[in-house]
């Protein structure tokens, strides 16, 4: 069993940035990061293979989000810059031991989530 913890989140203007961290309670080898926007379905934003540090990104966010790990503190990262209004959304960190994917369906552990506001 994996707990996973998150915390960050806030209200932020167009273009600022936060970074989420997500305490868990044994590594994963596959965390990433999912949002859920209003009115939307769950959608995978990041995903890192912990062992290797590979990661990879929804196109929607490539080159503004960070995601990245910290062993020594059991935390998870998801450093966003440059945020847009439709980065709205609750984000929430989740755990594999399966295949590193996208699909909400191979992640069995989940995060309570945290609300991200993006303000135009």
């Known amino acids: 069993q994996v707990r996973l913890v998150e915390s960050g989140g806030g209200s932020v203007q167009a273009g600022g940035s936060l970074r989420l961290s997500c305490a868990y309670t044994?590594?994963?080898?596959?965390m990433a990061w999912f949002r859920r926007a209003p009115g939307k379905e769950r959608e995978g934003v990041a995903t890192i293979y912990t062992p290797l540090g590979s990661t990879s990104y929804a196109n929607s966010v490539k080159g503004r989000f960070t995601i990245s790990h910290d062993n020594a503190k059991n935390t998870l990262y998801l450093q966003m810059n440059s945020l847009k209004p439709e980065d709205t959304a609750v984000y929430y960190c989740a755990a594999s031991y399966r295949a590193c994917t996208g699909v909400v369906g191979t992640f069995p552990y989940w995060g309570q989530g945290t609300q991200v506001t993006v303000s135009s």
């Open positions: 044994s590594r994963s080898s596959c």
